[in-house]
């Protein structure tokens, strides 16, 4: 599946952002689907994870509480939605698909989108 993602920029602290990652190529609600980060010398980390049918989500403590992640098969598109940012949530953001859910690690996702610049200012 070919994921391009879009809605990335610069916002203050306390401000609101929302990413989204449309797929192409495949059955979209074939997958479950993921939002990464990765922040300039820092390893990739995970965000948020959806289910296909988008009945199950799985959180990173860091942002639970401030990021809701979302998904329309209609639309092909996985969303995820920031509010409350901070300068630590400054990073490239990339969305990943898998077929098995509640993957956490990058190294379990084959298919990766580009990824989009968040930054946070303080």
């Known amino acids: 599946v070919q994921l391009q993602a879009s809605g990335g920029g610069v916002v203050q602290a306390g401000g609101s952002l929302r990413l989204s990652c449309t797929a192409s190529?495949?059955?979209?609600?074939?997958?479950?689907m993921a939002w990464f980060r990765q922040a300039l010398g820092k390893e990739r980390e995970f965000v948020a994870v959806?289910?296909?049918?988008?009945?199950?989500?799985i959180y990173a403590d860091s942002v639970r509480g401030r990021f809701t992640i979302s998904r329309d098969n209609a639309k092909n598109t996985v969303y995820l939605q920031m509010n409350s940012l901070k300068p630590e949530d400054t990073a490239v953001y990339s969305c990943?698909?898998?077929?098995?859910?509640?993957?956490?690690?990058?190294?379990?996702?084959?298919?990766w989108g580009q990824g989009t610049l968040v930054t946070v200012s303080s």
């Open positions: 190529g495949r059955t979209f609600s074939d997958y479950n």
């Open positions: 959806i289910s296909w049918s988008g009945s199950s989500t």
């Open positions: 990943a698909a898998s077929r098995t859910f509640g993957l956490t690690s990058s190294y379990e996702y084959n298919d």
